[in-house]
């Protein structure tokens, strides 16, 4: 006898694939609340999304992005865009926004997202390359250069109603939502620490001004600590440089022709900091005999200089999951406001002897 096959063995594997709704049975939920689980909303406490995700996992469930996005309109990607920094592999990245990468790229999986990474063409309107052409949903920005400059753009996107977060320092009235890391407390750690040491005259190498607001807030806060020490910051000791070795090796030759006495060093980041310790060995000087040197980052190079560069971390885990959460929210609709994450203090030799 012949029998009528279509659909037999498609409709028998259709009907074995897990659904949400059985996810929802086995963890006593409803099926709204695994939908806004698996999406990652903050809605679900973190108990009741990892009790679901694990269920999701023993049942091998895939989200159908495709079919939630056509729904609500939504591509599931969010653009992650760099800005170009010179470095010496030519990598044009930041390392320390090397290392956020991973998070960034792991939380976006765990809240069912693709992200595309690109640069920031300045020259070119970035600005309107990707929510507007329906390629993302929001856009992740790192880095920015001169602020100052920068700030045009943000304030394109916010006029055009683009979702986006930056990573940065969160300045009053800055456009945009800001995660950053506490630099002027961060600052006043690092200068502590030296003034601890018995170090008084603390030199400061980076661009100490509004162009550049990330490190103006880390001299800010040393010069803090010093006043709350009773040592009042020599202007002279403070030297303007770009986040590269070049210009940390430069920033150290200026202040011998400045023919100032010092006996610490911070640095407004790793980078600037290793051409620093460069500079200082070439002039015959030791670390941390007659200068201390302190870092900003904690950047994978950081614990291989010689001596080992005491720095301070920013956490780049939390600063990834912050930005992608923070962006999710925003595209939801949902309230926001700008977050501060603190630094901690990495001691190594080049300090601490």
């Known amino acids: 006898m012949l029998r009528n096959e ?4 498609g409709a028998r594997e259709a009907k074995e694939r897990p659904t949400s709704f059985d996810i929802a049975q086995l963890a006593g939920v ?6 806004r689980a698996l999406s990652g909303n903050p809605s679900v406490s973190e108990a009741t ?7 999701a996992r023993q049942l091998n469930y895939k989200v159908d992005k495709n079919a939630s996005s056509l729904r609500r309109r939504e591509s599931k990607t969010l653009a992650l865009l760099f800005f170009e920094d010179p470095t010496p592999d030519q990598s044009l990245i930041n390392p320390f926004f090397l290392s956020m990468l991973g998070s960034l790229t792991r939380t976006c999986a765990l809240r069912g997202y693709d992200l595309l990474t690109s640069f920031q063409q300045l020259s070119s ?8 052409s329906r390629r993302a949903d929001g856009i992740i920005l790192l880095g920015y250069g001169d602020f100052e400059e920068y700030r045009v753009r943000l304030d394109q996107l916010i006029a055009q109603g683009t979702h986006f977060v930056r990573w940065g320092s969160a300045q009053p009235g800055a456009p945009g939502t800001v995660i950053g890391c506490d630099n002027i407390g961060s600052g006043a750690a690092a200068a502590e620490h030296l ?10 190498i980076g661009q100490a001004n509004n162009h550049y607001p990330e490190f103006f807030d880390r001299y800010r806060g040393a010069c803090e600590a010093q006043r709350a020490a009773g040592i009042e910051p020599n202007p002279a000791l403070q030297v303007d440089a770009l986040n590269t070795q070049a210009a940390g090796y430069e920033a150290v030759q200026e202040l011998v022709r400045r023919q100032v006495d010092l006996d610490a060093l911070f640095c407004a980041s790793d980078t600037i900091a290793i051409g620093a310790l460069t500079a200082l060995q070439e002039l015959g000087l030791t670390v941390p005999g007659d200068v201390a040197v302190i870092g900003f980052d904690d950047i994978p190079a950081a614990s ?4 080992p560069l005491t720095t301070v971390a920013q956490n780049y885990l939390l600063a990834g999951e912050t930005l992608v959460d923070t962006l999710l929210r925003l595209i939801r609709g949902e309230a926001v ?8 203090l990495i001691v190594r030799r080049s300090t601490a002897g």
Do not use: M
């Open 49 to 55: 999304r990892k009790r679901i995700e694990a269920i």
């Open 304 to 307: 291989l200089t010689h001596p």
């Open 6 to 9: 279509t659909g037999g063995q």
């Open 30 to 35: 409803s099926q709204p609340t695994v939908s």
């Open 195 to 204: 003034i601890a040491l018995g170090r008084r005259r603390l030199g400061f």
């Open 125 to 132: 309107d970035w600005h309107v390359d990707y929510e507007d």
């Open 337 to 344: 406001a700008s977050v501060t994450l603190p630094g901690k």
